[in-house]
DNA sequence: ACTTTATCTTAAGTAAACATTAAGTTAACC
DNA sequence: GGTTAACTTAATGTTTACTTAAGATAAAGT
């Protein structure tokens, strides 16, 4: 799960960064309005945590144009203002929430819960760096799209599934292929190749292996 | 869209009963905690407003009960507890938001609206610059309206509401033409070039993607 | 170091899936 | 019952992915 913080205050940032990284997110930090904004068109994030008080681009006129193009990433407000008025006006703006400083952090990484919660699941494996979401049939290296035919989507997914067990060329013929009787091929190689090209990933010490004389194995490192 | 609230304070019943009323909202209310208990096992609500101090049934005990058999109603708790560790309580225990009193009607309104977005038929569904107006049977794009046949303006839905997810050929016809059966036809081709023709849709890095040998997915860019 | 064998890599041929058009069929409306 | 519009089927063209095959490279065995 990946959170973007768009904070000014650095003592806050810091305090933020490593007590969520403490809960296994995958934090990144934007210091300004505009390198928030540069990092949403370039990156996607599960969740925008967002200060209302920022150089450039102010955080209300952020979270407007975020929601232009995208409706659905959970934003919550972190501010000082606590004026009625204002909290309306950042929910109107398309918000999800809204925590007034200063907070715990309990309150907010259960807010930050809830969010995920209703995001329902979309199944995403991970190998490593690499994400797969299977309903979006999207992968990701390093938050960065990358993309696979069909047959080069299963056979990773094959393998992530497989996570640390070795998968024996014929296993791969049968589940991937549906190839149930000995047949000579050098079809895997071929996609072998595909996937770690398009992937970027060398032969040797990486998140695929390959074991000669039997298959491939797939690993965190 | 029905609410339930639970509350025994008669003023703030009746005032909030009146004004979401207003609002546009079906009211429901129930004056302790084992009242609302019965009322949620026979009726079926969108939206739950809780109180945290209520007789018989307290408000923390009655959200866990809720959550047993209903984990998706959005439950917001009304309370005059503003200590961190109760907030922390109840959010655990699956309420999704946290209104202290006093209150503004108004921020309750919005907090209200943030929880109905996020689940279905907001009526107007949108695509990038696309407009589905569901219940006007109406289609936009740039605010020109364009006109689609039941088929295509179903199809359309369909994929919009799925937006971000792939949606399969056998999917759509499942779901849009009501085959259930594996069946070799090519309609949804047929309906998917009209429908990019009348919406100007280009095939590639468009609002609707097609993924090869599974089927399409829609997308804002 | 040479041979053998397995895997990697590339390119070209083949097949499958999709896009597009037109014609045929059904259903709705006047 | 005739006419129109919408839906489906079928045929053709186009694109893309998959497979085969063959040469290059690397690992294992002698």
């Known amino acids: 799960m990946h959170i973007l913080i768009v904070e000014d205050e ?14 296994g997110y995958q934090v990144t930090t934007a210091n300004d309005g505009s390198k928030g904004f540069e990092l949403i068109q370039t990156q996607k994030f599960d ?21 232009v193009k995208d409706q659905t990433t959970p934003i919550i407000f972190l501010t000082a203002k606590d004026t009625i008025q204002e909290t309306i006006e950042g929910l109107k703006a398309g918000a999800n929430d809204y925590i007034k400083k200063p907070f715990s952090f309990e309150e907010l990484v259960e807010r930050i ?17 690499i994400k797969i979401d ?6 990701f290296k390093n938050d960065e799209e990358v993309s696979l035919t069909q047959r080069e989507f299963e056979l990773l997914t094959y393998l992530v599934k497989n996570k640390g ?9 049968k589940d991937v292929w549906e190839i149930n009787f000995e047949y000579d091929t050098g079809v895997i190689d071929v996609f072998m ?26 690993n965190d490192l």
């Open 134 to 139: 299977s309903s979006k049939h999207v992968v």
């Open 165 to 173: 067990k070795v998968c024996t060329r014929n296993q791969i013929l």
């Open 10 to 23: 650095l003592g806050i940032v810091q305090f933020l960064q490593q007590g969520l990284q403490e809960e």
């Open 193 to 218: 190749n595909a996937i770690r090209k398009k992937l970027n990933l060398k032969i040797e010490e990486d998140y695929i292996k390959t074991i000669r004389g039997i298959g491939y194995i797939a």
């Open 113 to 129: 819960k809830i969010h995920f919660r209703n995001q329902k699941g979309s199944e995403i494996l991970t190998l490593g760096t």
């Open 47 to 67: 969740l925008i945590l967002l200060d209302w008080m920022l150089p450039k681009i102010n955080g209300l006129d952020l979270c407007k144009a975020i929601r």
